[in-house]
C-alpha cells in the first residue's frame, strides 16, 4: 500500500513541503533534548508532545523512524552569547550535590514526565557528557578547514566565513551588527560567532572538565548536536525538531558548524513548535517564576496528565498556546467526557472505519493537523456506525493521539495489591490523614499507576 503524503512546515524553506525521506521507508529523526538543571517544565513539554506526534504520525504512515534525542548535561551556559556559568555546575552548588548527581536526578525527572504524557522513548538517548571525543573531533575539522579562531576564553566558530549562515533563520545580520555595540564578549570577531570549546576558568577547577588539544575546558553548547546526529544517523539527514526559540541560535549554529564540517546539506526538513505562554503572552521559562511542571500544576491538583497532552492537541503546534487553570478544568471534563463516550461504546471487537480514517489521515498528515483529528474523534462518536466499529476506530486513531484510551477507557484490571494501596489510601484521605494519604499515591505512582481525584471519586489509570 502507498504511503500517505505528509506535508509539514519546513523553516527552512517557510513552506508546506511534501515529507521526502532520504531512504525509502525510513526517517532519522533528531529532537534537541532538555538540559538537566531542573525540572521540565510544561513549555518545554508542550515541544516534547509535538514531536512525540510528529513520531507517531510517521509510525502510523508506516515509516520506520529512527529517533535520538540528547540531554545536554553540560555546556549550557547562564547568559548569552557564550558567557556566564555552566546551569547544571550552578545548580549543584545550590543543591549541595554534584553536577553529575544533578544531571542524574533531572534525567530521570524528566523520563518519568514524558512516561506520564505518553510521549514514546527516543530510540537512542544520548548524553552530551558521553560523547566528548566526538565533539572534539568534530571542532578540529573544523579548525583544519579553516573555521575556527582562539580567543582568551575558548575556541569560536567564524560565522563569517561559512556563507547562508541566516538559512534557517533569516535574520538581518547588518541589523544585527549594529546592536553588537552591546556586545558583551569583545573578543568575537563577528556578533553571531559562537564558542565551540570553552577554557575552564583560569585557577577553577570545574567539576565537568576535559582535555583537548586546547587545553582544559568542555564543550559550547551547541557542537553536542552535531556530533550526536552525526554519530547516531549519518552526516545528511531527515527531520530535526525543536522549539521556536532555537532557530536563530542554536539551530542556526548547528547548521553552520555541521555543514561547514562536512560539506553537505545536515538536514532536509527543520520542524519547530510555537511556545506555551502564560496569561498575558508570556513564555514559560525556567528562569521565571512562572514554572510549572507535572507534578506542581497537575498531579498535586488531581489532574491527569494525559489532560495536559489533551490540551496541548487543540492548539496547532505552531500556534502559541496559553496555560491558564480554567483551561485545563475545561480540558480535563473534555476527556473525562470523552472516556465515558468511549467506555459507553462497550467491549465488542470492531473494525476500523475506512472512511474515517482517511479523513483522520488526511488531518494528521496536514501539519499535523491535531485539532482536526480530534474533530474527526467527535465525528466518529455522533455517526451512525455500530458502537463496536467506533470504538475499533477510535483506539486505532489513539495510536496518534496517545491520549491512553486503551487502559483508561477499556480499563485494566488492578492488581490485587494496587487496589489494596487505593483502599488505604482512600481511608487515610477519610481520616483527613493527608500525609499518608500522600504517601500511598506516591507509593501507587512508583508502581506505574496515576490516581485521579474525580467528580465520581478517584479513579486509577495504569501509566
Ligand atoms: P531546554 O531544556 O531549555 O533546552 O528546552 C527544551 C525544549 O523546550 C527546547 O526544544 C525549547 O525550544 C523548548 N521550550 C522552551 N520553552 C518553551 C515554551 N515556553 N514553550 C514551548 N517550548 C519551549
Ligand atoms: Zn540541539
Known amino acids: 500500500m502507498a504511503m500517505p503524503k505528509l506535508f509539514l512546515y519546513n523553516t527552512l524553506t517557510r513552506k508546506k513541503e511534501e515529507f521526502k525521506p532520504i531512504y525509502d521507508g525510513m526517517v532519522g529523526l ?20 509535538f514531536e512525540d506526534i510528529l513520531k507517531r504520525v510517521l509510525f502510523y504512515d508506516g515509516y520506520k523512524v529512527r529517533h535520538v534525542m540528547n540531554i545536554t548535561d553540560v555546556g549550557h551556559l547562564t547568559g548569552d552569547m557564550d558567557m556566564g556559568e555552566d546551569k547544571l555546575e550552578v545548580e549543584a552548588k545550590r543543591e549541595g550535590k554534584t553536577a553529575w548527581e544533578i544531571a542524574e536526578f533531572y534525567t530521570q525527572a524528566f523520563k518519568n514526565d514524558i512516561k506520564k504524557l505518553n510521549i514514546l522513548e527516543p530510540e537512542e538517548w544520548c548524553k552530551a557528557t558521553d560523547n566528548i571525543q566526538e565533539q572534539i573531533d568534530l571542532v578540529k575539522k573544523l579548525e583544519e578547514q579553516g573555521y575556527t579562531y582562539k580567543t582568551s576564553d575558548g575556541i569560536y566558530f567564524d560565522t563569517s566565513k561559512f556563507k547562508d549562515y541566516t538559512k534557517l533563520s533569516h535574520l538581518d545580520l547588518e541589523k544585527l551588527k549594529e546592536g553588537a555595540r552591546v556586545e558583551r564578549n569583545p573578543e568575537k570577531e563577528n556578533p553571531t560567532d559562537f564558542a565551540l570549546w570553552k577554557f575552564s576558568p583560569k585557577g577553577e577547577k570545574r567539576q565537568m572538565e576535559w582535555d583537548s588539544p586546547w587545553g582544559i575546558g568542555f564543550p559550547g553548547w551547541h557542537i553536542e548536536c552535531s556530533a550526536m546526529s552525526m554519530k547516531y544517523l549519518g552526516k545528511h539527514l531527515d527531520i530535526h525538531c525543536g522549539g521556536i526559540d532555537h532557530i536563530n541560535v542554536h539551530h542556526t549554529n548547528e547548521i553552520a558548524q555541521s555543514e561547514a564540517a562536512t560539506g553537505e546539506k545536515f538536514f532536509n526538513y527543520w520542524a519547530h513548535g510555537a511556545f506555551l505562554n502564560i496569561a498575558g503572552g508570556k513564555k514559560m521559562a525556567k528562569s521565571e517564576e512562572n514554572f510549572l511542571t507535572v507534578e506542581n500544576a497537575l498531579e498535586k491538583k488531581g489532574i491527569n496528565p494525559l489532560v495536559y497532552r489533551f490540551a496541548a492537541l487543540q492548539v496547532h503546534y505552531r500556534k502559541p498556546m496559553e496555560y491558564g487553570e480554567d483551561a485545563m478544568r475545561t480540558a480535563q471534563n473534555g476527556l473525562e467526557h470523552l472516556y465515558n463516550k468511549v467506555r459507553e461504546l462497550g467491549n465488542e471487537k470492531g473494525k476500523i472505519d475506512e472512511e474515517f480514517k482517511d479523513e483522520f489521515l488526511k488531518a494528521i498528515n496536514d501539519d499535523l493537523n491535531m485539532p482536526r483529528a480530534l474533530a474527526v474523534v467527535q465525528e466518529v462518536l455522533k455517526s451512525n456506525l455500530a458502537n463496536e466499529d467506533k470504538r475499533a476506530t477510535i483506539l486505532d486513531f489513539d495510536a496518534v493521539l496517545g491520549l491512553g ?10 492488581p490485587a495489591e494496587i487496589k489494596s494501596l487505593v483502599e488505604k489510601r482512600e481511608q487515610a484521605r477519610r481520616e483527613k490523614n493527608f500525609q499518608e494519604s500522600d504517601r500511598l499515591r506516591k507509593e501507587i505512582e512508583s508502581r506505574g499507576y496515576i490516581l485521579e481525584d474525580t467528580k465520581e471519586g478517584v479513579r486509577v489509570v495504569k501509566r
Open 30 to 49: 533528531y529532537t534537541c533534548g532538555p538540559t538537566v538543571y531542573n525540572y521540565a517544565h510544561l513549555g518545554n513539554l508542550r515541544t516534547y508532545i
Open 405 to 414: 484510551f486503551v487502559d483508561a477507557v477499556i480499563g485494566v484490571e488492578l
